[in-house]
C-alpha cells in the first residue's frame, strides 16, 4: 500500500510522556505550553486575578449586506445619474462638468457638481477621474501616500490605442481599443452614482470574459460571474470567498477573442465591492473620488508591467531570503529555537532562516523578549550562532503596542511612553488615545499618517536591533487588528486584560482529508488524545465564556448623514466577513482618528501598507546597505516596494494547499511577487502524505516557510522520515536553481513581472490554458505540475505549446509525449514532484549547499534544454546579494545554437566559482566532437538524447563568467 509507512514520529510527539529524543520532547513541551498560556501569561505573576476583556466588547452590530438584503434599493434603478457639460479638450485630455439630473440619496446624499478628468498619461495608460466640485467632505488619496501616476509623455493622443468616447445625458462613456474597434469598458445603459457615502459604476464585459485579479482572496485564479469581491482589510485566517487581509482594487480582463489584455485599477482606500457577472462588472465604493486607470497591454505581461510600475515596483530580495524558513508558533523556548534548529542540520535539511512567531515576547509586547523563556543571553548565543553558520533570525512584530497599566509602577514599556512623547498614535474623534485590544492587553495603535512616527518607529527598531540582531521582520495583525469594538480600553485602561478572553492557540484538532485512510490504525489513539484534551476546562475562558451571551440588535444605524456621513454605520452595509458585518469588529473603529483628521474609514486598508513602508525605512537604519526583508499580513498596492506577502492563516489541509496557487499568481500581478504560503497548512493538524506533498510544492514558491498553530502537532519536515527525504529532493533542485530564481526575482524588480506565472500568461493565445491553476511556471522555462490531492499516485497536467514546444523531464531529461490539450497522466509517487523545463531555455545553476551563501561559493552550471531546433536561450543576474544600491552587477546571456553554447557576461561583478558542469538536452545524436574552447573533452557522457559534461573547473579557474565561452559538440 502507498502510504504503508506509519507517521509514528508525529503519534509519538501527541503522547504525554516524555520520550529520549529532543524532537519528542518539543512537542510535548507545546501541549503543555499552551495549557500555560490559556493560564496565563507566562510571565504574569497573577495567575488567579485575570481580567479579561468583557466578551461583549468583542461583538459589534449586526450589519445586513446589502448584496443579501432583498428588500435592498439597487442604485442604478432609483438613480438617474448626470449630464456632461462643457467639455473641453486639455493638452493631454479632456476636461468636462457633470451635473445631477435628479436627486436619489440611495445610499449617501448625492454630490451635484462633480468634475470630469481624462487624462491620456502615456501611450499605454488612460486617467479618468471623477470627483466632486465642492470637495471640503472628500477624501482625497494623497499621492505621497499612494502613488499617483502622472502625464508622461505629451502629445499621446494619436500614440494610444485607447479611445475615450461618451455620452452626454445621462452621461456615460466607453473606452474602445482602437487597433482592434473592441469595447474593453462601458458605462452605457447605468446611470453612474456619486453620494459622499457611496459610488457605484458599471461596465458591461463580453460573454464568457477571463477576468483575473481583485484581492485579496482565497478563491480560484479566475473571477467567475456570480463573484461578489468585498475589499476591506481584515483580520481573518483565511475563509474561502470572503475578504481577507489585503486590497488589490486592480482587474486583468484577458480577451482571447482578439488577443489582446487590458487591465483596470481603481486608485481609492475605502472599502469596496465588486460584483463580477455574465456580462457586467458592478463597482461600488464608500467614499473617496473615482480615479480610475486603463492599462492598454496588449499582452497579459504587458499590463502587469504597466499596471506595477504605476504603483511601484517591486523591492529586490536580499539573496538569502529565497532559502527555507522555518518558523512555528510555540517555539516556546529558546532551547527549543536551539533544538530545532540542530534537527535540521542534524537531518540534513537546508534551514535559511528561523522565525518565532510571539511565543519569545514578554508578555506579547513588541520590541521585549520573554525573561524566562528566552533569556536574552541565551536567545542572542542562538542567533550569533545562526549567523555564524550563514543562517539567518526573522521575529514576529505585532501591529499594535502594548498600553501599560499607569497604576502599576512596574508595567514599564518605554516604547508605549515614547510613541504617546511622538504623537504616534492613533486617537478617538475627541482625541484621547485610541484604546483596543491584542495579544497584549490593552493596546494603541501607530499612526502611520502622523509626522512623529516614522522616527519614533526605527528608534524602536535600531533600539531592539541592539539586544536581538534579526535579519528580517515579520509584520503581523496588521489590517489593522484589534480584539475589541471601539476603543474599548478609553475608560479601563488601568485594568488591564492581560491577555485576551481566549485561550491563545488551544488545541487543533482537525486532520486533513484522508487522514483517516492513511492513518486508520492510529486513529482510535488520536481521538482519545482529542477528547481528553478538550476536554480538560481551561481557567481564563471560564471568566469569558460564563458571561451572559450578549443580545445582537441589528443597527437601525445605517442612516445617511451629511458630510463624511455615517462613518461606523455607513448607509451601504459591505459583506464584511466578521461575525455580524460591523466594520470595527476585530479591527480599529472606522472613526479611529490619524494626526490629519483622516479617519480610519477613508484609510483603513492602508495600514499595513503602513507599516510596511515604515518598517521598510526602519531597516535601512537598522543595518545600512542591506536589503531589507519584510513579509506582511496586509497589503495594498505598492506594498510590494517595501516587502513580500505571505498566505495568512491557512489550514492543513488539500484545499488549501490548492488555493496557494490561485493566491501566488494573483499576488504576482498585485507587485507583490516574493509569495508563499505556510507549507503543511497552519490551522489544524497536518499529517505526512499532506506535508510530503506540500514541502514539495513549496520549494517552488519564491517564498518557502513551514509555519504552524501553537496548538497542532508537530510539522518540520525532519518529523517524518518520507517527508525528510521528499524535501530534500525538493530543496536539492530550489537550490541549484537559485541563480535563475535570482534573475527572475532581480527581473520582477525591474518589469514587475513575478518569477511564478499562469500558464494563461507565457501561452496568452490558447483559451483552454486560462483556467489552469493547478500547474504554474517559474519564469518561462519551468514547469510545476504538484500532486493537489490526498491518496493518489499520479497527477494529471497540460503541456501548453505543444507541439511545438518541447518539455522535458526535470530528472530523466525525457522529453514528455503530449498532444495540445491533452490532459497528460504523470506518474507522482509519494515524494516526487513533477517538473519539467521547456525546451528553448537555458538555465543557469549552481551546486546545492546547506545555505544559500555556501551555495554561491560552489561551482556553476548550465543547463541547455534545446527546442525542436537545436536553440535555446537564457541569462543569468548576480551581484552582491545585499545591497540596496548595487554598484557591481553581472549579466551573463546565454545562446545556444547549431551544436554550439555561447557565454556572453558584461559586468563589473567578479564571479570567481569556476564552472563546473554542462548538461544539454535534446541533442539529436551522440556527438564525436566536444569541445569548450580550444580544448577538447573527450570524457562526457550522452544518455536519453542528453550530453553531460563534468569537472570542467580547470578550464575556467578565472571564474565561470570571467570570459565569453563557446561549448561546441559536434
Ligand atoms: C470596563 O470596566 C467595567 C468595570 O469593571 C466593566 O463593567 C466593563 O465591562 C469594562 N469594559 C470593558 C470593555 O472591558
Ligand atoms: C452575490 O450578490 C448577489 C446580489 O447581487 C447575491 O444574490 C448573491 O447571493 C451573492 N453571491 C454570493 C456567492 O455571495
Ligand atoms: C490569436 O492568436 C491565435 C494564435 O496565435 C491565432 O490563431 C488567432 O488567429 C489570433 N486571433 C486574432 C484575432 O488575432
Redesign the pocket.
Known amino acids: 500500500m502507498l502510504f504503508a509507512k506509519k507517521t509514528a514520529f508525529a503519534i509519538t510527539a501527541l503522547a504525554a510522556s516524555v520520550s529520549a529524543s529532543p524532537a519528542h520532547q518539543k512537542a510535548t513541551s507545546t501541549f503543555s505550553t499552551s495549557v500555560i498560556s490559556s493560564t496565563a501569561s507566562a510571565t504574569s505573576s497573577a495567575t488567579s486575578e485575570v481580567i479579561s476583556l468583557a466578551q461583549w466588547a468583542t461583538i459589534g452590530v449586526t450589519q445586513y449586506p446589502n448584496?443579501?438584503d432583498p428588500s435592498a434599493a439597487d442604485a442604478n434603478d432609483v438613480c438617474s445619474g448626470y449630464s456632461l457639460t462643457g467639455l473641453k479638450t486639455t493638452e493631454t485630455g479632456l476636461y468636462g462638468r457633470l451635473s445631477l439630473l435628479k436627486e436619489c440619496n440611495v445610499y449617501g446624499y448625492d454630490f451635484d457638481e462633480l468634475s470630469l478628468f481624462v487624462e491620456y498619461q502615456s501611450a499605454e495608460r488612460l486617467n479618468i477621474q471623477i470627483q466632486p466640485v465642492d470637495l471640503t467632505y472628500v477624501y482625497i488619496l494623497p499621492d505621497n501616500l499612494v502613488s499617483k501616476p502622472g502625464v508622461e509623455t505629451l502629445t499621446p493622443f494619436v500614440d494610444s490605442d485607447l479611445v475615450f468616447a461618451y455620452t452626454a445625458s445621462p452621461f456615460s462613456f466607453t473606452i474602445i481599443r482602437k487597433s482592434t474597434g473592441e469595447i474593453l469598458f462601458s458605462t452605457a445603459g447605468n446611470p453612474l452614482v456619486y453620494e459622499n457615502q457611496f459610488i457605484q459604476f458599471n461596465t458591461s464585459l463580453p460573454k464568457g470574459h477571463f477576468i483575473t485579479g481583485l484581492g485579496e482572496s482565497i478563491h480560484g485564479f479566475q473571477q467567475e460571474p456570480?463573484v461578489?469581491k468585498t475589499l476591506y482589510a481584515n483580520d481573518v485566517g483565511d475563509p474561502i470567498?470572503a475578504n481577507i487581509y489585503g486590497v488589490h482594487p486592480i482587474y486583468v480582463d484577458q480577451r482571447y477573442g482578439t488577443n489582446t489584455t487590458h487591465g483596470v485599477y481603481l486608485r481609492n482606500s475605502h472599502a469596496q465591492e465588486v460584483?463580477i457577472r455574465e456580462q457586467s462588472l458592478t463597482w461600488r465604493l464608500l467614499g473617496g473620488t473615482l480615479d480610475i486607470y486603463f492599462f492598454t497591454g496588449p499582452t497579459v505581461k504587458d499590463v502587469i508591467t504597466q499596471y506595477v510600475s504605476t504603483i511601484g515596483l517591486p523591492n529586490l530580495i536580499p539573496y538569502w531570503s529565497l532559502g527555507f524558513h522555518q518558523c512555528r508558533w510555540g517555539y516556546q523556548t529558546s532551547d527549543r529555537l536551539s533544538e530545532v534548529i540542530e534537527n535540521f542540520r542534524k537531518f540534513d535539511i537546508p534551514l535559511e532562516t528561523i522565525w518565532t512567531d510571539i511565543d519569545y515576547m514578554d508578555s506579547y509586547k513588541d520590541f521585549t523578549t520573554d525573561p524566562h523563556r528566552y533569556p536574552l543571553e541565551k536567545f542572542q548565543a542562538v542567533i550569533d550562532a545562526l549567523h555564524a553558520n550563514h543562517q539567518h533570525y526573522i521575529p514576529i512584530v505585532d501591529a499594535a503596542i502594548y498600553h501599560p497599566s499607569p497604576l502599576n509602577k512596574s508595567d514599564i514599556y518605554p516604547v508605549f511612553d515614547d510613541g504617546v512623547a511622538a504623537e504616534a498614535f492613533l486617537k478617538n474623534p475627541d482625541g484621547s488615545l485610541y484604546i483596543g485590544a491584542v495579544w497584549p492587553g490593552y493596546t494603541v495603535y501607530p499612526d502611520w499618517l502622523a509626522s512623529g512616527t516614522q522616527d519614533w518607529w526605527t528608534k524602536a527598531m535600531v533600539d531592539w536591533h541592539k539586544k536581538v540582531p534579526f535579519d528580517g521582520i515579520w509584520l503581523d495583525m496588521n489590517e489593522v487588528s484589534s480584539f475589541c469594538v471601539g476603543s474599548c480600553g478609553s475608560k479601563n485602561y488601568t485594568q488591564n486584560p492581560v491577555h485576551p478572553p481566549f485561550d491563545v492557540g488551544g488545541p487543533a484538532t482537525t486532520f486533513p482529508l484522508g487522514f483517516n485512510i492513511t492513518n486508520s490504525t492510529d486513529l482510535p489513539y488520536y481521538n482519545s488524545i482529542w477528547y481528553t484534551y478538550t476536554h480538560t476546562p481551561s481557567p481564563s475562558s471560564t471568566a469569558s465564556t460564563t458571561s451572559t451571551s450578549t443580545t445582537v440588535s441589528t443597527d437601525p444605524m445605517n442612516t445617511k448623514a451629511p458630510g463624511k456621513g455615517n462613518i461606523n454605520y455607513p448607509p451601504y452595509a459591505i459583506n464584511h466577513q466578521q461575525g455580524n458585518h460591523d466594520l470595527a469588529v476585530h479591527a480599529v473603529s472606522p472613526n479611529a482618528t490619524h494626526a490629519d483628521g483622516t479617519v480610519d474609514y477613508e484609510v483603513h486598508s492602508l495600514w499595513g501598507y503602513g507599516i510596511t513602508n515604515a518598517t521598510y525605512h526602519a531597516l535601512l537604519e537598522v543595518l545600512p546597505d542591506k536589503r531589507p526583508f519584510i513579509i506582511s499580513r496586509s497589503t495594498f498596492p505598492g506594498s510590494g516596494r517595501w516587502g513580500g506577502h505571505w498566505g495568512g492563516d491557512n489550514s492543513a489541509d488539500w484545499a488549501y494547499m490548492y488555493f496557494s496557487i490561485p493566491q501566488a499568481l494573483s499576488f504576482g500581478l498585485f507587485g507583490i511577487p516574493m509569495f508563499g504560503v505556510d507549507v503543511c497548512g497552519f490551522n489544524g493538524n497536518t499529517d505526512m502524505e499532506l506535508c510530503n506533498r506540500w514541502m514539495q510544492l513549496g520549494a517552488f514558491f519564491p517564498f518557502y516557510r513551514n509555519h504552524n498553530y501553537l496548538g497542532a502537532i508537530d510539522q518540520e519536515p525532519y518529523v517524518w522520515e518520507s517527508v525528510t527525504e521528499a524535501t530534500r529532493t525538493a530543496m536539492a533542485i530550489r537550490y541549484e536553481i537559485l541563480p535563475y530564481y535570482y534573475t527572475l526575482m532581480y527581473e520582477a524588480s525591474k518589469t514587475g513581472i513575478p518569477a511564478m506565472r499562469a500558464l494563461s500568461w507565457e501561452f496568452p493565445y490558447d483559451k483552454s490554458l486560462a483556467s489552469v491553476e493547478t500547474q504554474f511556471l517559474v519564469g518561462e522555462a519551468i514547469l510545476v505540475t504538484p500532486v493537489l490531492a490526498p491518496l493518489v499516485d499520479y497527477v494529471k497536467g497540460v503541456f501548453p505549446g505543444v507541439p511545438d514546444e518541447v518539455w522535458y523531464d526535470y530528472y530523466t531529461h525525457e522529453p514528455v509525449s503530449a498532444g495540445p490539450g491533452e490532459n497528460v497522466t504523470l506518474s507522482a509517487p509519494l515524494g516526487h514532484i513533477n517538473v519539467h523545463i521547456r525546451g528553448g531555455y537555458i538555465i543557469p545553476t549552481q551546486k546545492p549547499a546547506y545555505t544559500t551563501t555556501e551555495t554561491r561559493k560552489n561551482d556553476w552550471g548550465i543547463t541547455v534544454a534545446l527546442d525542436k531546433v537545436g536553440s535555446a536561450q537564457g541569462t543569468l543576474y548576480v551581484d552582491d546579494g545585499e545591497s540596496v544600491v548595487v554598484e557591481d552587477s553581472l549579466v551573463v546571456d546565454f545562446v545556444a545554437t547549431h551544436g554550439s553554447l555561447y557565454t556572453f557576461p558584461r559586468g563589473t561583478y567578479d564571479v570567481c566559482q569556476p564552472l563546473g558542469s554542462i548538461t544539454v538536452l535534446g541533442v539529436d545524436s551522440r556527438p564525436s566532437v566536444v569541445s569548450l574552447g580550444e580544448t577538447i573533452i573527450s570524457n562526457f557522457t550522452y544518455v536519453n538524447n542528453t550530453l553531460s559534461v563534468g569537472n570542467l573547473q580547470s578550464l575556467t579557474r578565472a571564474g565561470a563568467w570571467a570570459t565569453p565561452l563557446v561549448f561546441s559538440w559536434k
Do not use: A, H, R, T
Open positions: 448584496i443579501f456570480g461578489n470567498d460584483l
